[in-house]
């Protein structure tokens, strides 16, 4: 059994998800888990005697125009460690995650490994600023072990940084105990969404980046040719450019702005096709979310999500802002019963195949394993019989 910490953002965003989950997955496994965050992690959403939470507290000092909360953080992180003997301190995001990890493990009295997982905002927006690149970098080079959710985002670690280090490739999972095909009849409706009528679906935190616009716009020649609905799930700073550009389209009947939701499953097992049109994604949980549901997606071909989506078998790659490609492989999707059906089994067994959550849990333990025999090693206290 291990004792591992976790550092995550705690609001909604695919980070976080993966980190939570990965931490009840592994309290699952015997492991006790320590979630060391500023708030509870959006998916901590059960009880569970293995799993435990410190909170980051932000004190207001004079002297300070903003609380200092990396240095609140590695302050945390450090008295957990020597409190809690941890053996693993797990981190999400490089900027400032592992740069705080570095520092508490200098000011803690008992060693630990840290193990940092890039998951893209930290190379793909923080690591172009020159201000933060050595940072960054530091915090990757001096972390014992280092992973990527996709092989794109390791590329792209490695031209933008020019880092040091070894960075292994651990894909995102979904816990299949709550993503799983549902019967989502009387879901659809609670709606107002008649049986004809089919469903896409877009999940975002509605930024730029996302180009929710697309999805709108993609949508509404779909709605040109078939009887379709489009929820829209999430909040953020594109919301109510979203929203406006909806009603000058005169889509209002047409497009449900749902905002943020914990019943993400729900929502899926009433749609058939998802669209994510993002300029920038190092893997698109949502697009592997939405596939263990059963639902197919088109996407742009752009970061990891080639890595998620087989094109012509579990889905579909368009570049970026061609909308008419999109539209097109909906509708030729839409309108074909047995092909839909055929994709959306082919989209199931893949992932169920390549990102099954034992698999990648495995491969975390065995990076904490790793980490702790080489500790033991130094320490002299690995007994190689």
Do not use: W
Not at 18 to 34: C, N, P, R
Not at 230 to 253: A, H, I, K
Not at 351 to 367: D, E, G, T, W
């Amino acid at each position: 059994m291990m004792k591992i910490g976790i550092t995550c953002y705690p609001t909604v965003g695919g980070s976080g998800v993966m980190a939570t989950e990965l931490g009840k997955m592994l309290a699952e496994e015997g492991h006790e888990i320590h979630f060391i965050t500023s708030g509870v992690p959006f998916r901590l959403d059960k009880i569970d005697p293995k799993i435990f939470y410190h909170e980051v507290e932000l004190n207001h000092y004079p002297v300070f125009q903003y609380p200092p909360y990396d240095l609140a953080l590695a302050t945390k992180m450090a008295e957990v460690i020597d409190q809690e003997k941890l053996d693993i301190l797990h981190v999400h995001y490089a900027m400032p995650h592992a740069v705080c990890a570095i520092l508490a493990r200098d000011i803690a009295k008992h060693k630990v490994g840290i193990v940092t997982t890039l998951h893209g905002t930290d190379i793909t927006v923080l690591g172009i600023d020159n201000t933060f690149q050595k940072m960054i970098k530091h915090g990757i080079e001096q972390s014992d072990a280092v992973t990527a959710v996709s092989k794109s985002l390791v590329r792209q670690t490695q031209e933008m940084l020019h880092v040091n280090k070894e960075i292994s490739v651990i894909y995102n999972f979904v816990n299949e105990k709550e993503y799983y095909p549902k019967e989502g009849a009387s879901l659809k409706k609670q709606y107002g969404i008649a049986s004809d009528e089919k469903v896409l679906i877009h999940i975002s935190n509605f930024r730029k980046v996302k180009r929710v616009q697309d999805i709108v716009r993609t949508f509404q020649k779909i709605g040109q040719q078939m009887k379709c609905k489009l929820l829209l799930v999430g909040d953020g700073p594109e919301y109510f450019s979203t929203v406006q550009l909806v009603r000058e389209l005169e889509l209002e009947n047409h497009v449900l702005f749902l905002g943020k939701q914990n019943n993400i499953s729900d929502l899926l097992s009433i749609s058939d096709l998802m669209l994510l049109l993002s300029e920038k994604e190092s893997f698109g949980l949502v697009l592997l979310e939405a596939n263990v549901c059963k639902v197919p997606c088109i996407a742009t071909n752009v970061g990891g999500i080639p890595e998620v989506i087989d094109h012509g078998k579990t889905g579909y790659l368009v570049d970026l802002g061609d909308i008419e490609k999109a539209s097109r492989y909906a509708l030729d999707l839409l309108t074909n019963a047995s092909k839909l059906e055929q994709f959306s089994e082919n989209a199931y067994m893949y992932a169920r195949q390549h990102f099954a959550s034992q698999k990648i849990v495995k491969q975390y333990l065995n990076v904490y394993d790793r980490i702790l025999t080489t500790n033991q090693l130094e320490k002299g206290e690995y007994d190689a019989d």
